[in-house]
Every structure is written in C-alpha cells, then in structure tokens.
C-alpha cells in the first residue's frame, strides 16, 4: 500500500468541475460581469491564488501544457508552488517558454509575447469588484452594474486630474468590456492593459476570497477610462532592460548594492530569457556574469 495519497484529477472533484465551468460558461457569454460562484477550500491560504487555482484545475486536461508565472516571473515562490501542485495532482506538462502553454496562470502581469488562439490566460484575482474602494456595499455595486452607473468612477479619475495633473493610477486600472461593464484587470500594470484588447486569448479571472468569476473572450474590445483632453497612458521607462537590452517593456527595479546601486530588468523572465539566447545583450550582462562567475 502506497503512502501517496491521491487525488482526483486536479484535485477539485467533478462536481465542483463542472459547477465551476458553468460559472466560466455564463462569464464568457457575458464579457466582464462577475459571475457568483461556491469557492471551495483549496490547500493554499486566501490570497494566495485560490481563484486562479479553482479556475485551472477546473479547464485542465491531461493534454494541457501549464505556465504559472508571479508578476511575470517563473521562479517565484508562488508560481513554482502552484506548479508544483497541478504536477502533483495532475501530473501535467509544465513549462516555462510562454508560446509553448496552453494555460497560463498569471499573478498580476500578462506575458510580453504577444497569446494566440487556443491558450487561455487564467488571472488570480484578490478584489473583483472595481468600485470596492468608491463604494464598500455589495449590494449598491451590484445595482450600479445593472444600471452602468459608472460616474463614481470618472469622478475618483477626475480628482487624480484636479490633484496631480494627470491620473496617477498605476495598476488595478479600471476597463470597460464589450462597451458595457467595468472591469477590475486584476493589480496589473497599467502597462498591460493594451494587451487585454482583441487579445487572440481566452481571458478567465478567478477571485477565490471573493467568489468571483468574470472573463473576456477572445477579440473582445477592452479599454482602459480616461477623457479626452487627458487620454490613458501606460508607464514609460528611460532605459532599456540591463540584461537582454529590452524596450517598450515592463521593467522591475532590482537594487545591487547600500550605496544606490541599481538596474532595471524585464518583469517577464521567460521573455528577457528568450531575447538573451537570441543573442541579445543588455549593458549589465556581462558585469552580471562576471559577478557570478
């Protein structure tokens, strides 16, 4: 007798599967509504990507190839967790090369390569509900839904204006989908916003805390709220990646030393990877090499 235990195929049983999927089903059909739905406790506490977990294990096959990536990393504690959770559970093909996955569970960032028709982008989603902050009672967000009473929300951006001469949002910024409902992307960047708009993919957002589920389908219109005389932007950087060179792309501030020693690298480890096997070269590789040599 083994002393593994087992588990059912992704570790979630079939009922719950399926109560799951219809949870997706309607949330497709309805591009940004937030779908209820009854999270079940997973081996992992709140806040830790409950949602993004039930949502995978409830689409996953035996032919799927899974990427988990934390703010765009692959060797974060949270991604080789929950890696290592749906190998255990499902025993799965896992990867970190974002154009070999079918499934991507995602913590915060969407990867820099451009997804294409067939994979499915899973977002673990801490606060669903995009006017949380301008209006804490559920039941009054739910009407200001059906009625597409978004005023509180033009008027929060308008007091960024009035008080910083622009909006200062920088992730968790507000979307409307299909024309219709706002949407919470989840705390991404604002930088990655562009990328939610007719994305060849299929977008899933799971809230486990919560008990949420919302989606954008495939080549659905997202855009990002702003005016006209104060349009969205994204966040620019003035230099480039300092290991593969990388422009026009999300960098994270690493700091090398006490005495303000520091470089800016890309967010997306597999693609700042990809550039540097393809011969591309920032101007802190080779110093980086030699240190670790």
Request: proline share 6%; aromatic share 8%.
């Amino acid at each position: 007798m083994t002393d593994l235990a087992t588990y059912n195929f992704g570790y979630l049983d079939e009922q719950t599967k399926r109560m799951i999927r219809r949870a997706i089903l309607k949330a497709i059909a309805i591009p940004g509504y937030q779908v209820p739905f009854a999270s079940r406790e997973m081996p992992m506490p709140y806040g830790w990507g409950t949602g993004g977990v039930q949502v995978t294990a409830a689409i996953i096959g035996p032919q799927d190839v899974l990427k988990v990536i934390d703010q765009g990393a692959d060797d974060t504690t949270n991604a080789v967790s929950i890696r290592a959770f749906f190998q255990k559970v499902a025993n799965v093909a896992v990867t970190t090369r974002t154009q070999d996955a079918t499934i991507i569970q995602t913590r915060h960032r969407i990867p820099e390569q451009k997804l294409g028709e067939g994979q499915v982008l899973v977002y673990q989603v801490p606060i669903p509900e995009p006017l949380r902050f301008l209006e804490p009672r559920e039941t009054e967000t739910r009407k200001m839904h059906a009625l597409e009473e978004y005023g509180l929300m033009h008027v929060k951006l308008y007091e960024d204006i009035a008080h910083n001469g622009r909006i200062s949002k920088t992730y968790a910024y507000p979307v409307k989908v299909a024309g219709r409902y706002v949407m919470d992307p989840s705390p991404t960047p604002k930088f990655d916003n562009p990328k939610m708009h007719m994305s060849d993919a299929l977008q899933l957002f799971g809230a486990g805390r919560e008990k949420r589920i919302y989606a954008v389908p495939p080549y659905t219109e997202v855009v990002s709220l702003d005016f006209e005389d104060h349009p969205f932007e994204i966040q620019k950087f003035d230099k480039p990646c300092a290991l593969c060179g990388a422009e026009n792309v999300y960098l994270d501030e690493v700091v090398l030393d006490d005495k303000g020693g520091r470089m800016y690298v890309c967010s997306d480890t597999d693609h700042c990877e990809d550039r540097r096997e393809h011969g591309h070269h920032g101007a802190m590789l080779a110093t980086t090499k030699e240190a670790a040599e």
